[in-house]
């Protein structure tokens, strides 16, 4: 199993992928597995939903490319692209406080996945990345509109077009991580939510609709389906499937 789900004490649901030996890159499973965690979080006796990875070196490298580099053309990485981005507005609209724990790196669509998260916690001195352009396309999983509803637009321009890797006091700095910690990751994550949690769920939930609402309102879904499709154009270039065909070679080789 890719992915494990497990309902806390405290009253949170915890995914965590489990592909540490791939630097927990999103497959399908973990795509139908989010999808799950995201349903099993409507539960009335969940607060919260909280998403990280296993093992202290990664949070997620994003989209597992051994396994979607049989995507081609356009319409082909349309599907899978549509399928994750799908999955990240559920994430982002549910009416729960939702928090990622970057234990180790975040990078591409790791990055796109905490994005759509309420809240960021990261262990101190990972490092972080939408690093999509250094692979020739855009953020295709909605990432980059939502990190435009987050952040003013010139430090989401930067982390977006300069597509380098950040450091977690960098990133905090910007307003992308809400909280560095040093201890156990659950722990952090636990004191962080103490005070969430000890509210209300109707309460959380009414104030999560404000932010709901006013997406609904400026059309964040049908813009975040113009990102996928223009990501879906980039996928089939050329410049794409050169780097893609030498991130596999290099991997078959070591």
């Given at each position: 199993?890719?992915?494990?789900?497990?309902?806390r004490d405290m009253g949170y649901l915890l995914f965590t992928i489990t592909?540490?030996?791939?630097?927990?890159?999103?497959?399908?499973?973990?795509?139908?597995?989010?999808?799950?965690?995201?349903?099993?979080?409507?539960?009335?006796?969940?607060?919260?939903?909280?998403?990280?990875?296993?093992?202290?070196?990664?949070?997620?490298?994003?989209?597992?490319?051994?396994?979607?580099?049989?995507?081609?053309?356009?319409?082909?990485?349309?599907?899978?692209?549509?399928?994750?981005?799908?999955?990240?507005?559920?994430?982002?609209?549910?009416?729960?406080?939702?928090?990622?724990?970057?234990?180790?790196?975040?990078?591409?669509?790791?990055?796109?996945?905490?994005?759509?998260?309420?809240?960021?916690?990261?262990?101190?001195?990972?490092?972080?990345?939408?690093?999509?352009?250094?692979?020739?396309?855009?953020?295709?999983?909605?990432?980059?509109?939502?990190?435009?509803?987050?952040?003013?637009?010139?430090?989401?321009?930067?982390?977006?077009?300069?597509?380098?890797?950040?450091?977690?006091?960098?990133?905090?700095?910007?307003?992308?991580?809400?909280k560095i910690y040093s201890s156990n990751p659950i722990a952090a994550c636990?004191?962080?939510?103490?005070?969430?949690?000890?509210?209300?769920?109707?309460?959380?939930?009414?104030?999560?609709?404000?932010?709901?609402?006013?997406?609904?309102?400026?059309?964040?879904?049908?813009?975040?389906?113009?990102?996928?499709s223009n990501c879906s154009v980039l996928w089939e270039s050329e410049a794409?499937?050169?780097?893609?065909?030498?991130?596999?070679?290099?991997?078959?080789?070591?």
């Amino acid at each position: 199993m890719s992915y494990t789900i497990e309902k806390r004490d405290m009253g949170y649901l915890l995914f965590t992928i489990t592909r540490s030996e791939k630097r927990n890159a999103i497959n399908y499973e973990v795509m139908d597995g989010l999808s799950k965690a995201i349903s099993l979080a409507n539960d009335p006796a969940i607060k919260a939903l909280v998403i990280t990875g296993e093992g202290d070196h990664a949070f997620c490298s994003g989209g597992d490319l051994s396994v979607f580099h049989e995507l081609h053309t356009k319409e082909e990485a349309y599907v899978m692209l549509s399928k994750m981005a799908k999955l990240l507005y559920s994430l982002l609209t549910l009416t729960k406080p939702t928090i990622a724990i970057l234990n180790g790196t975040a990078i591409g669509g790791g990055c796109e996945l905490a994005a759509a998260c309420d809240f960021r916690l990261a262990r101190e001195g990972i490092k972080a990345g939408f690093v999509q352009g250094k692979l020739a396309i855009t953020t295709g999983w909605g990432g980059g509109t939502i990190l435009a509803e987050k952040l003013p637009a010139s430090s989401s321009m930067k982390l977006l077009m300069e597509a380098e890797i950040q450091s977690a006091k960098y990133l905090s700095e910007i307003g992308f991580i809400d909280k560095i910690y040093s201890s156990n990751p659950i722990a952090a994550c636990e004191s962080f939510l103490e005070n969430l949690i000890a509210v209300e769920l109707g309460v959380l939930e009414s104030y999560k609709m404000i932010w709901i609402q006013k997406w609904g309102e400026s059309k964040l879904k049908e813009r975040i389906e113009k990102e996928v499709s223009n990501c879906s154009v980039l996928w089939e270039s050329e410049a794409h499937h050169k780097y893609v065909k030498g991130f596999i070679s290099k991997k078959t080789q070591n």
